[in-house]
């Protein structure tokens, strides 16, 4: 194992500590327990907007606190669930007398934690909406995980949901917000090698030279198919079918039940894009792919999408949700409408998204 770091169990507090110091007038740090929230936090008047997950998967989330996006971030440790004190915490520093939404992955300590820390801090009066993230079409019926995970639509659901509260918008009207992006998105995801965890010191998993695995995690879980490894256009063209397919599926969307306080599955109909649709395109490295290989991914996507009618408006490319060194990319599509296109294009000022300010 060759990474540029001291001792594995001092890795997340240093990578924090390097961050707000990079950026002082966007974010601080706090630690004990480990928080990267907004340098004008708290903003009164305002619903906060928090997220978090294990860490290695920057710049998500920690990139993303600052004006027009996240309020704050809670880092686990590497691939490892925030705990309930972290989430607690930032609501606590962040909250400017609105609410809180908590913007979770569909992991299952990201659910069990974020569940948590909702009801202690609704409890101390600190209304709070939690909105689960399942976009992993890579998921079908998968025997190592609790449904669909939560990958790049994180992102997308973080900026836009980010901008409204920043505009002000209630938390019911939030939350049902962060629902609708949830709802259009997508993302499928293939490695063409597995990543290592510091405290482990070997890979996750172990891939020949000329083979890729599709469907992959990001936390370095196996796909659903290992595959002889293709080229770019042909990689790009099984992401992108799994993703416009799905789309015609039922399925069942874990939802937030206020009164109850727990998740209830409600079954939804997700309609299939249809010619002359907008698009919200990410396509994301993992960690150890250059851009260069990634806009010829990204090249491939646009002519995919030009074939069957469909229209992108927005588009990313770059490393926004990594799994540390792995080499290997994903595909987000979100289908847009007025309302997402204006949020989308809100300003932002945060260390891994900046733009309009």
């Keep these: 194992?060759?990474?540029?770091?001291?001792?594995?169990?001092?890795?997340?507090?240093?990578?924090?500590?390097?961050?707000?110091?990079?950026?002082?007038?966007?974010?601080?740090?706090?630690?004990?327990?480990?928080?990267?929230?907004?340098?004008?936090?708290?903003?009164?008047?305002?619903?906060?907007?928090?997220?978090?997950?294990?860490?290695?998967?920057?710049?998500?989330?920690?990139?993303?606190?600052?004006?027009?996006?996240?309020?704050?971030?809670?880092?686990?440790?590497?691939?490892?669930?925030?705990?309930?004190?972290?989430?607690?915490?930032?609501?606590?520093?962040?909250?400017?007398?609105?609410?809180?939404?908590?913007?979770?992955?569909?992991?299952?300590?990201?659910?069990?934690?974020?569940?948590?820390?909702?009801?202690?801090?609704?409890?101390?009066?600190?209304?709070?909406?939690?909105?689960?993230?399942?976009?992993?079409?890579?998921?079908?019926?998968?025997?190592?995980?609790q449904g669909r995970r939560g990958v790049g639509t994180t992102v997308v659901a973080e900026k836009i949901c980010g901008a409204a509260a920043e505009g002000g918008y209630d938390l019911e009207r939030l939350e049902q917000l962060c629902y609708k992006v949830n709802l259009r998105g997508r993302s499928m995801g293939i490695a063409l090698s597995s990543c290592t965890v510091p405290v482990r010191g070997i890979p996750t998993f172990e891939l020949g030279d000329r083979e890729m695995e599709v469907g992959i995690?990001?936390?370095?879980?196996?796909?659903?198919?290992?595959?002889?490894?293709?080229?770019?256009?042909?990689?790009?063209?099984?992401?992108?079918?799994?993703?416009?397919?799905?789309?015609?599926y039922k399925r069942l969307v874990p939802t937030w039940d206020k009164a109850s306080g727990s998740w209830v599955d409600k079954e939804i109909t997700s309609e299939p894009y249809q010619p002359g649709d907008r698009l919200l395109a990410m396509v994301n490295g993992m960690g150890g792919t250059p851009l260069a290989e990634l806009y010829i991914i990204y090249r491939k996507l646009e002519e995919v999408c030009q074939k069957a009618g469909l229209e992108i408006v927005r588009r990313l490319v770059g490393n926004y949700v990594t799994s540390l060194e792995m080499q290997g990319c994903s595909i987000t599509l979100v289908k847009m409408?007025?309302?997402?296109?204006?949020?989308?294009?809100?300003?932002?000022?945060?260390?891994?998204?900046?733009w309009g300010v």
């Excluded at 600190?126 to 025997?143: F, T, Y």
């Excluded at 256009?233 to 993703?243: G, P």
Aim: proline share 6%; charged share 25%.
């Design 1 to 145: 194992m060759k990474k540029l770091i001291n001792k594995p169990e001092d890795l997340v507090r240093e990578s924090m500590a390097g961050l707000a110091l990079a950026h002082p007038d966007i974010i601080k740090a706090r630690f004990d327990p480990n928080i990267i929230y907004r340098a004008d936090a708290p903003v009164e008047n305002k619903v906060a907007v928090i997220s978090g997950g294990g860490s290695g998967h920057e710049p998500m989330h920690t990139g993303f606190v600052g004006q027009g996006m996240l309020d704050a971030a809670c880092p686990g440790e590497v691939f490892t669930s925030p705990t309930p004190d972290q989430i607690i915490e930032a609501a606590r520093m962040v909250h400017g007398g609105r609410g809180v939404l908590n913007i979770v992955k569909n992991y299952s300590g990201d659910v069990m934690n974020f569940q948590m820390a909702a009801e202690i801090l609704s409890a101390e009066g600190i209304a709070c909406a939690n909105v689960l993230i399942d976009d992993d079409v890579g998921v079908r019926g998968g025997v190592s995980t």
């Design 217 to 248: 995690g990001i936390h370095g879980e196996p796909g659903y198919e290992r595959q002889p490894l293709v080229t770019a256009d042909a990689i790009t063209e099984i992401i992108s079918r799994a993703i416009l397919e799905d789309m015609a």
């Design 337 to 354: 409408d007025d309302e997402l296109r204006q949020l989308w294009d809100f300003p932002v000022k945060t260390p891994a998204l900046r």
